[in-house]
């Protein structure tokens, strides 16, 4: 069986040595020293002074949302993650559905005049598939209507536009540890700012606002990463750029097998991005096959793909009857959802697997 996607590890003896100090020192949680290193670890890595380590993505969005002090319209796209949409409406605010690029599945800026009021609050894009957002358009909106742009950047780890991390972008993002990362913790989160002072504030947000023993001047919940979690990711840290040049080797196969056939559109190479190759997404626009039987076939000899994103988060159950929650509003994304699968992409797959993959779509 093939699945989508596959958690990376490191060799069990490291992450061993890894826990050792949880062992002795028992120390589980409440920001011990792994912890503590793993932070400093990412703010090397990131190039990032501020930011905060959070038990998973989700919450660590929410706590950014909060720390903003957001009310009224969100800005933001319906072709992601159910937790973009759910962390908007989580913290009272109202998302107004941006339609995205047709080539690269972003935000598309040219929606964001479209859709502004006097009531938009923030631009809240999201990196899809390792895919940067339009970075500049984005931030040229931002700053003439002064609104906090805060990315939800969980696909996009170890993603580098000119050098410099997807996590300097905007005036704050958030990353996604899980398990099926390209970098993970098992689960984990991480919120990154721009303002010191903010910082502050999203510590009071995971930690239940406890200043000491005695000291709790701030209404925070519990959003901490456990030790154990720290040292996967720590762990994992260390062997990152491996990982990423072993899911280069499986992209660029897929790329050498279905590049140019008719009837399947890739994602384009982004310009001066270095990308964490995270995602493979094939979308079947006029191909012999419809994307759901490509699916079926797929799942049939025990390979797993995922339809991502399907359905868009404007077409959810739970949303049914809303105000602004419509697909019809955003028809490239309705588009692309109904047509898109991910094809299996891990740092271990092996190139016999990517062309038998291939051969079987290709007939």
Not at 210 to 232: L, R, S, T
Not at 328 to 349: C, E, G, K, M
Request: hydrophobic residues 40%; aromatic residues 10%; negative net charge.
């Amino acid at each position: 069986m093939i699945n989508v996607t596959r958690s990376s590890l490191p060799p069990f003896e490291e992450y061993c040595a890894e826990i050792r100090e949880i062992w002795d020192s028992r120390w589980l949680t409440n920001m011990g020293k792994k912890h503590e290193a793993l932070e400093a670890a990412l703010r090397d890595y990131l190039g990032c002074r501020h930011l905060a380590l959070c038990v998973n993505g989700h919450l660590a969005l929410e706590n950014l949302l909060e720390a903003f002090q957001l009310k009224g319209e969100i800005l933001t796209t319906p072709f992601t993650f159910a937790s973009t949409t759910h962390a908007i409406v989580r913290c009272g605010c109202r998302p107004v559905f941006c339609d995205i690029d047709p080539e690269r599945f972003t935000l598309d800026p040219r929606e964001l005049e479209r859709r502004l009021t006097k009531d938009t609050a923030a631009v809240l894009p999201v990196h899809v598939y390792g895919n940067l957002c339009d970075l500049e358009a984005i931030a040229d909106f931002g700053r003439r209507h002064g609104l906090p742009v805060i990315y939800d950047a969980a696909h996009a780890f170890g993603v580098f536009k000119d050098g410099v991390s997807a996590a300097a972008f905007g005036d704050a993002a958030m990353f996604s540890f899980h398990a099926t990362k390209v970098f993970h913790s098992i689960e984990g989160g991480l919120a990154v700012c721009r303002d010191a002072a903010m910082l502050q504030t999203l510590n009071d947000l995971k930690n239940f606002g406890i200043h000491g023993p005695e000291e709790v001047p701030f209404v925070g919940g519990n959003a901490k990463m456990n030790e154990f979690c720290a040292a996967m990711g720590l762990c994992n840290l260390r062997h990152l750029e491996g990982e990423i040049e072993k899911r280069r080797r499986v992209t660029e196969r897929y790329r050498q097998r279905l590049e140019g056939v008719a009837g399947l559109r890739l994602n384009p190479v982004q310009e001066g991005v270095k990308s964490n190759y995270a995602y493979f997404p094939v979308v079947f626009d006029g191909f012999r096959l419809s994307r759901d039987q490509v699916f079926a076939l797929l799942a049939k000899e025990g390979i797993h793909a995922r339809k991502y994103f399907f359905p868009l988060t404007n077409s959810f159950d739970c949303y049914r009857g809303r105000p602004g929650f419509d697909p019809a509003d955003t028809p490239v994304a309705a588009h692309i959802a109904d047509r898109v699968l991910t094809l299996p992409l891990y740092a271990d797959l092996a190139l016999e697997d990517v062309d038998r993959i291939c051969d079987l779509i290709l007939g």
